[in-house]
């Protein structure tokens, strides 16, 4: 199991049950239960405590989540510059409120409220590159190209 | 020893006692809703509140986690300490108006009113539950879960938990779980029903629940009865 792996590799100490839990995440997309029972089996951990920082941080997921992560800045800034519209069209685009995985795995969308880059707004994030100045005519493109990027890949 | 003042009178206490623990033991009362003797301080409610230093240089801290110091000025009911613990009653009570414990406190400090919204939730998050599990029963297998408002207490996913025994002690240290008085008032938010009616009681009353003892509103009731009896038979 590479979860084991995982563990190994911080040496199975417990302080580094973050590191642990972020390489789970991103080698399974998400945190499977079995993978959460293991790490707390093997750190000696309650597994309540496992859980409660799973639950805790946002950048963990407990179901699965999609390929291609679009995230899009809600904050102020954002906001005011009309992030809502952006939002609004990636959810239509998609087919998914934000906060949900569209059916086939493809699509993970999520909101935030402020990334640090207000001057670049209305800023999305999509698969941890930041795409700044967003406008509605852009959204149709980025998720074209990420469906085709998915075909590329299957074929 | 360490020595120090609360509410006027000097005090001597061991080094590292807390606040709470030395009021306590000089006989002075304060209210807690996530302390108990048993358990590691939590600092989660904020009803502990006590005014420390002196002057203009006065600061809030909680009771139970603040320990004692060489010197320190302590007053446990001044003004602004009572105003902010009622404060926060007001609050537990539009949090969960249906928990016995929280309506007490409601009634013994005279909160008679609610400026929130009522939300009915069932858990204060005051943490005893969790902290009695690990600490005293050594289960733990409940926990905090989420964060901000998302936050509350469960067993890992929310499935029937492997480590625990049933033993109840959560339900036994839960302060929300009693349910409050089923009186006059048992619907509003606040109940204070047991300060609110004059003249008090006289009669025994089996059901009582109210922190007065005895509960009042069993006669005012019967009072009320019999004089719409008597105007009928007019
Ligand atoms: S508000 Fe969007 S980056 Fe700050
Ligand atoms: S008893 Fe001190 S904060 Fe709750």
Redesign the interface.
Known sequence: MDVDKIIDKYGGKRRYLIAILQDVQEEERYLP?EA?CRVAERLGM???????VA????AFSLVPRGRHEVTVCVGTACHVRGSRRILEEFERRIGVRAGCTTEDLEFTLETVNCLGCCAIGPVVVVDKAYNGEMTTGRVKGIVDRCREAAKVEAS | MITLKINGIDVAVEKGTTLLEAAKFYGINLPTLCHDDGLTPYGACRLCVVEIGTGDRTQLVSACTYPAEQGLVVRTHSRRVTDVRRMMIEMYLATCPSSKTIQDLASKWGVSRCRFEVKHEDCVLCGLCVRMCAQQMDGRAIGFVGRGKNRRITTPFDEKSDVCRLCGGCMYICPACQSRCQGPQERSPICNACVACEPPCLVPWDDMKCYMDPCVWCEQETKRKLLAESKVQE
Do not use: A, I, Q
């Open positions: 239960k959460l309650p597994l309540v405590d496992v859980f409660g639950t805790f941080y946002s």
